[in-house]
């Protein structure tokens, strides 16, 4: 693997810093530089101006007003808009464009897509997430919400919990149990459901930061056109098996500039702290240096398979995994560089669950908020336990997990065909 990029992405490249120095302001240092008011507000115009040059979903097809890039030009804009501190899209834009819109565009019909994709683009449909339940969440495929058709609808009822942003959305899809007599895996259907309507509700969960990005939402009665399926009825396992592909393919290509920002930073405070004299630091510092580096390479594989054609896949999994429980690491070491300040910490909060903004000051406050934020890193998305099961049978074809005891068999007896 060659890990230069070649000279026409190096033009494409140019083209960016062009556009950026065109449309930000002078003396720009960085979305994190601002409040959080500022901030949102920052945020909101230039999604705005990224709707306006085609640059929102950088990936879709222009026939869908995307910016029809290849993914090598993907990755250098992600590259250029991280160093600037900007933005690619707003909050909800992970879930309405890198997972339900690219969802759309490998499953969705074309009606559907014509239907959905603008108005995820002009930001008239905001999108959260409808997976994870109380009694299903590294077990998906557990989950209990019905959905029963009732003439040319389908009616919701259940609870869905850790539905990120839900509070900014208009639009959730769903993963809704709609054979029950069905296996666990082949009973599900992939559902567009409206939230505003008196039969969803949506109530907010703190977090030991104090925010409450995390919310549970109930469906009582909710309905949606019959319409609304994406893909086959009772197939949506396969559908929701794709969209996580493309929430963690995606990222595979961009964190790495991410982590490498936010150790910069890291490295910096260990400067001004005197930190950087101890070699219990320096050593640990070191560690997180490397685990940046081959987070890198780990990018520059998935996108040599993004480039040869390969859609995303359970091998994205390993990505996930290795910058969840990464990013607890580095945290707690910049708490421990941070040292009694952590106790009382004070400035501005960290916004965001990866890494702080570019252009963030190194204040304890956003080293404490991202080292409490990262406790959830290896839940979330999928747990480190689910990560490792997936790559292990379906990257490596290891035996599946051995299945729990059934109510009244002893261990050996449920793992008996007969």
């Given at each position: 693997?060659d890990?230069r990029?070649?000279?026409?992405?190096?033009?494409?490249?140019?083209?960016?810093?062009?556009?950026?120095?065109?449309h930000?302001?002078?003396g720009?240092?960085?979305?994190?530089?601002?409040?959080?008011?500022?901030a949102?507000?920052?945020?909101a115009?230039?999604?705005?101006?990224?709707?306006e040059?085609?640059?929102?979903?950088?990936?879709?097809?222009?026939?869908?007003?995307?910016?029809?890039?290849?993914?090598?030009?993907?990755?250098?804009?992600a590259?250029e808009?991280?160093?600037?501190?900007?933005?690619t899209?707003?909050t909800?834009?992970?879930?309405?464009?890198?997972?339900?819109?690219?969802?759309?565009?490998h499953?969705?019909?074309?009606?559907?897509?014509?239907?959905?994709?603008?108005?995820?683009?002009?930001?008239?449909?905001?999108?959260?997430?409808?997976?994870?339940e109380?009694?299903?969440?590294?077990?998906?495929?557990?989950l209990?919400t019905?959905?029963v058709?009732?003439?040319?609808?389908?009616?919701?009822?259940?609870?869905?919990?850790?539905?990120?942003a839900?509070?900014?959305?208009?639009?959730?899809f769903?993963?809704?149990?709609?054979?029950?007599?069905?296996?666990?895996?082949?009973?599900?259907t992939?559902?567009?459901?409206?939230?505003?309507?008196?039969?969803?509700?949506?109530?907010?969960?703190?977090?030991?930061?104090?925010?409450?990005?995390?919310?549970?939402?109930?469906?009582?009665?909710?309905?949606?056109?019959?319409?609304?399926?994406?893909?086959?009825?009772?197939?949506?396992?396969?559908?929701?098996?794709?969209?996580?592909?493309?929430?963690?393919?995606?990222?595979?290509?961009?964190?790495?500039?991410?982590?490498r920002?936010?150790?910069?930073?890291?490295?910096?405070?260990?400067?001004k702290?005197?930190?950087?004299?101890?070699?219990?630091?320096?050593?640990?510092?070191a560690?997180?240096y490397?685990?940046?580096?081959?987070?890198?390479?780990?990018?520059?594989?998935?996108?040599?398979?993004?480039?040869?054609?390969?859609?995303?896949?359970?091998?994205?999994?390993?990505?996930?995994?290795?910058?969840?429980?990464?990013?607890q690491?580095?945290?707690?070491?910049?708490?421990?560089?941070?040292?009694?300040?952590?106790?009382?910490?004070?400035?501005?909060?960290?916004?965001?669950?990866?890494?702080?903004?570019?252009?963030?000051?190194?204040?304890?406050a956003s080293?404490?908020?991202?080292?409490?934020?990262?406790?959830a890193?290896?839940?979330?998305?999928?747990?480190?336990?689910?990560?490792?099961n997936?790559l292990?049978?379906?990257?490596?074809?290891?035996?599946?997990?051995p299945?729990p005891?059934?109510?009244?068999?002893?261990?050996?007896?449920?793992?008996?065909?007969?």
């Amino acid at each position: 693997m060659d890990p230069r990029y070649p000279p026409d992405a190096e033009a494409y490249r140019e083209k960016v810093r062009a556009f950026l120095g065109e449309h930000l302001p002078s003396g720009w240092g960085g979305v994190g530089a601002l409040d959080h008011d500022a901030a949102r507000q920052f945020a909101a115009e230039w999604r705005v101006t990224l709707y306006e040059n085609h640059l929102l979903a950088s990936s879709w097809p222009k026939a869908y007003g995307g910016g029809g890039l290849t993914p090598l030009e993907q990755v250098v804009l992600a590259e250029e808009f991280y160093r600037a501190g900007v933005p690619t899209g707003s909050t909800n834009d992970t879930f309405s464009i890198q997972m339900v819109g690219n969802t759309l565009l490998h499953w969705g019909t074309e009606e559907q897509k014509r239907h959905f994709l603008p108005r995820i683009l002009s930001g008239e449909d905001v999108w959260c997430q409808g997976y994870s339940e109380p009694g299903a969440g590294s077990d998906l495929a557990n989950l209990g919400t019905r959905a029963v058709l009732d003439g040319d609808e389908w009616v919701i009822d259940g609870q869905k919990t850790w539905t990120s942003a839900a509070h900014l959305a208009n639009w959730i899809f769903v993963l809704a149990r709609t054979d029950p007599e069905a296996s666990k895996h082949k009973g599900i259907t992939f559902l567009l459901v409206p939230m505003d309507q008196p039969g969803v509700e949506v109530r907010p969960i703190k977090m030991m930061t104090g925010l409450s990005e995390f919310n549970e939402t109930f469906f009582t009665g909710a309905r949606t056109p019959r319409a609304n399926v994406v893909g086959a009825v009772n197939g949506g396992w396969g559908v929701a098996m794709t969209l996580l592909g493309y929430e963690r393919g995606e990222a595979a290509a961009t964190f790495p500039i991410m982590f490498r920002a936010e150790l910069d930073r890291l490295f910096d405070l260990a400067r001004k702290t005197g930190a950087a004299t101890d070699p219990n630091i320096r050593q640990r510092l070191a560690w997180c240096y490397s685990k940046v580096e081959i987070m890198r390479y780990l990018g520059m594989r998935t996108l040599t398979k993004f480039l040869a054609g390969s859609e995303p896949g359970p091998a994205e999994s390993s990505f996930k995994l290795f910058w969840s429980e990464y990013h607890q690491i580095v945290t707690e070491l910049s708490v421990d560089i941070l040292g009694a300040a952590a106790l009382t910490p004070s400035g501005r909060m960290s916004t965001g669950f990866q890494a702080d903004d570019v252009g963030a000051p190194n204040d304890s406050a956003s080293w404490v908020t991202a080292f409490l934020m990262s406790r959830a890193g290896s839940i979330y998305a999928g747990s480190s336990q689910i990560q490792r099961n997936i790559l292990g049978e379906m990257v490596l074809g290891l035996p599946k997990e051995p299945a729990p005891p059934t109510q009244g068999k002893s261990w050996r007896e449920a793992q008996s065909p007969t």
